[in-house]
């Protein structure tokens, strides 16, 4: 049985690698797709949180089609501390959305959350945040904290709502305790 010709009859290429793993050629393409994603909208410290992790590419014939990255963060809650698999990174170039990629990119990174990490987070735009949604992850209804270099845990009440979670090896949260992330410079979340 053949596919009818408007159907294509592969799928474009998705690889999983580590930071480390990338040539700077492939890093230079990701931070290229990331800015032309957002708008411009797509800063040094951006590009810094999604690296040090594992990264899923998609490549159709035009080149990098999507990318988005998984990096390790810590966040504690009822008094543990968590590995957390923080996504970060993801975007699909315009002319490629509506055909799956960015679909194709949160699989392979849920599956990294999943089997990997005791909880999946990320912070989504208003934009992402139907993407998310639909794939299960669950927006964080808790207070959202850091603890911060100087002044020890503070309220995040700005990321409140922004902050989407996936259960993982931890199970299920409480979301009458609050999560504690760690810190970073730029945007904590």
Request: charged share 25%; with cysteine; proline share 5%.
């Amino acid at each position: 049985m053949s596919l009818p010709s408007s159907l294509p009859s592969s799928l474009p290429s998705l690889r999983i690698a580590h930071t480390a793993d990338l040539d700077p050629a492939d890093l230079r393409a990701a931070r290229a797709l990331l800015r032309e994603a957002f708008g411009g909208d797509f800063g040094d410290s951006d590009w810094e949180h999604g690296l040090g992790g594992l990264h899923a590419l998609v490549h159709d014939e035009a080149g990098l089609a999507a990318h988005g990255s998984v990096v390790m963060r810590r966040a504690r809650h009822r008094g543990r501390w968590l590995r957390v698999g923080y996504v970060e990174a993801v975007g699909v170039r315009p002319d490629a959305r509506r055909r799956g990629h960015g679909g194709r990119v949160m699989a392979a990174l849920e599956r990294i959350v999943e089997r990997g990490y005791d909880l999946g987070a990320l912070g989504a735009s208003d934009d992402g945040a139907r993407l998310y949604t639909v794939r299960g992850w669950q927006r964080w209804p808790g207070r959202i904290c850091a603890l911060s270099p100087d002044r020890g845990i503070v309220r995040l009440a700005a990321e409140e709502g922004d902050v989407f979670v996936r259960p993982a090896l931890a199970g299920a949260l409480d979301p009458a305790h609050e999560l504690v992330f760690d810190w970073r410079d730029g945007d904590v979340m």
